[in-house]
């Protein structure tokens, strides 16, 4: 299937894998952040989970996630799918908001609606074409050694930070970690239909096995140092980001030109931006109240 049927069915797919991942998401942020650990950053993370049957329940929405996008990157140019993902994010506030008994104040709305508003404008303005369904093991090894020295780089530097900006920190590394993982995943997918067993020879398989197990296990610590709002929205916002610029040049999808277009497109992606750094600063914002409200006053006599 080819053409503008082809776009629509990747769509479809990308919006569903959103909202499987949105319903994981809120699942394993509220195992995660029950894990007790003095390290910053938990390598083990996943196997510490593994023991909690809820978060294990919540691998289905994640298998059932992953495969509706890969099926969506399939189908679909890297610049079409990438700007569905962030609806996850308005689905994963949503939810967690009812899991904890309240309702999204105007100031998240706010910002949540110019995120994926902006993203889904940047979409219809930009009128992708062209490109390619796979791309070179070459130029994707090189984007996923980039990825994980970022990863380490976040990781250390979360070391000595609070849990909402450690969680912001991780969850930026985790969000380049996933914009690449969709790059190696259009690969992966359309060569199961090439290669069938010769797959398991190539060594993008494996590329994508070693960088979307780090995306996971950033994930997971960024949940495990604070709630969705924080550690959510960088990584909502940088994997279509990063997932659509390597669709531009890796796999030479086109962006429809125009000085009015272009305009749109960066207002567009400009509106998306401060709507997640409005939703990550104001948890920071509130953790930082939670915690001055449970720090013991100075003993005046000590």
């Known amino acids: 299937m080819t053409g503008a049927p082809a776009q629509l069915l990747a769509i479809g797919f990308a919006?569903?894998?959103?909202?499987?991942?949105?319903?994981?998401?809120?699942?394993?942020?509220?195992?995660?952040?029950?894990?007790?650990?003095?390290?910053?950053?938990?390598?083990?993370v996943l196997l510490?989970?593994?023991?909690?049957?809820?978060?294990?329940?919540?691998l289905v929405a994640v298998i059932c996630g992953y495969g509706c996008q890969a099926?969506?990157?399939?189908?679909?140019?890297?610049?079409v799918v990438e700007p569905i993902f962030p609806i996850g994010l308005l689905f994963a506030l949503l939810l967690a908001a009812r899991a904890e008994g309240r309702r999204l104040g105007q100031a998240e709305w706010t910002a949540a609606v110019a995120a994926v508003g902006g993203l889904a404008v940047f979409l219809i303005a930009a009128m992708p074409s062209g490109g390619h369904?796979?791309?070179?093991a070459g130029p994707l090894g090189m984007t996923a050694a980039g990825s994980v020295a970022i990863a380490l780089i976040c990781c250390l530097a979360a070391i000595k930070l609070a849990p909402g900006h450690r969680a912001l920190l991780l969850s930026i590394g985790g969000g380049i970690g996933a914009g690449v993982t969709d790059a190696l995943t259009k690969t992966v997918a359309a060569l199961v239909g090439i290669e069938r067993l010769g797959l398991f020879a190539d060594a993008r398989l494996y590329l994508l096995l070693l960088v979307g197990l780090m995306t996971f296990t950033m994930?997971?610590?960024?949940?495990?140092?604070?709630g969705l709002a924080a550690s959510l929205p960088a990584f909502a916002v940088l994997e279509p980001v990063v997932g659509?610029?390597?669709g531009l040049f890796i796999y030479q999808e086109h962006l429809g030109g125009g000085g009015v277009r272009i305009a749109v497109e960066v207002m567009a992606v400009m509106a998306a931006l401060w709507g997640i750094a409005r939703l990550a600063n104001s948890v920071i914002e509130e953790l930082a109240r939670l915690a001055a409200m449970t720090t013991p006053p100075a003993d005046p006599a000590a």
Not at 48 to 58: K, V
Request: hydrophobic share 50%.
């Open 15 to 44: 919006a569903a894998g959103a909202f499987s991942y949105a319903l994981a998401s809120v699942t394993q942020q509220r195992a995660a952040s029950q894990l007790t650990s003095s390290k910053a950053f938990d390598p083990a």
């Open 244 to 246: 659509t610029l390597l």
């Open 133 to 136: 369904r796979t791309a070179p």
């Open 48 to 58: 510490r989970l593994a023991r909690r049957r809820r978060w294990l329940l919540s």
């Open 71 to 79: 099926a969506a990157l399939d189908f679909g140019r890297l610049v």
């Open 219 to 226: 994930q997971q610590n960024a949940f495990r140092a604070a």
